[in-house]
Nanobody, 124 residues
């Protein structure tokens, strides 16, 4: 089992920035990819970004390209999501996810482990 804990959410004004972290613990040996998903109020969960085991491959949702950056520090078992130029439409609960495998998958069902989520609210 792998446990994931997100941190760094909060309230920010339009145009502001936030940095989310996801700390992994438990059986973290072996290669695995990390992803970020979000669930806006009243909507379904959606893909945000994913990064491969060594960080050489990343994927982003079109809505966040050029504004969000996913990264990871394998020595610390931590993934990050830097969010810049935030918009009210970015308001959501953000979830960290992990999956065994090397590809930066964009589909939620392919992920094996999930964090509890952290709220991000962008005010207009």
């Amino acid at each position: 089992q792998v446990q994931l804990v997100e941190s760094g959410g909060g309230l920010v004004q339009t145009g502001g920035s936030l940095s989310l972290s996801c700390a992994a613990s438990g059986r973290t040996s072996g290669y695995y990819t990390m992803g970020w998903f979000r669930q806006p109020p009243g909507k379904e969960r959606e893909f945000v970004a994913a990064i491969s085991w060594r960080g050489g491959s990343t994927n982003y949702a079109d809505s966040v390209k050029g504004r969000f950056t996913i990264s990871r520090d394998n020595a610390k078992n931590t993934a990050f999501l830097q969010m810049n130029n935030l918009k009210p439409d970015d308001t959501a609960v953000y979830y960290c996810a992990a999956r065994r495998g090397s590809s930066a998958s964009t589909t939620a069902p392919s992920y094996d482990y999930w964090g509890q989520g952290t709220q991000v609210t962008v005010s207009s």
